[in-house]
Nanobody, 129 residues
């Protein structure tokens, strides 16, 4: 069983930055993909960044590319999401997720909620204009 705990959310003005952290515990079998998802009120949960735990290869949604950076410290079992140049559209609940297996395949990256098995409780990010 895998447990994920997010931290680092908060309120910031447009143009500001936040860094989210996700501390993991437990064990996954084989290759593991970590993901950051967000959900705005009334909208579906969407994947914004993925990272392979073994190689560090990352994927970013177009909406955050160039502004967000996903990284990890495997010695600390922690995955980070550095968010810069934040806009009000970035407001939402941010979730850390994990899945056993690849971050993508069959011609797509796994950015749907149903693609991931393990979830944290979420951390709120609010960006004001």
């Amino acid at each position: 069983q895998v447990q994920l705990v997010e931290s680092g959310g908060g309120s910031v003005q447009a143009g500001g930055s936040l860094r989210l952290s996700c501390t993991t515990s437990g064990y996954t079998y084989g290759r593991t993909c970590m993901g950051w998802f967000r959900q705005a009120p009334g909208k579906e949960r969407e994947g914004v960044a993925l990272i392979y735990r073994d190689s560090g290869i990352a994927y970013y949604a177009d909406s955050v590319k160039g502004r967000f950076t996903v990284s990890q410290d495997n010695a600390k079992n922690t995955v980070y999401l550095q968010m810069n140049s934040l806009t009000p559209d970035d407001t939402g609940m941010y979730y850390c997720a994990a899945r056993e297996g690849a971050c993508g395949g069959f011609g797509r990256w796994y950015v749907q909620q149903s693609d991931f098995s393990y979830w944290g409780q979420g951390t709120q990010v609010t960006v004001s204009s």
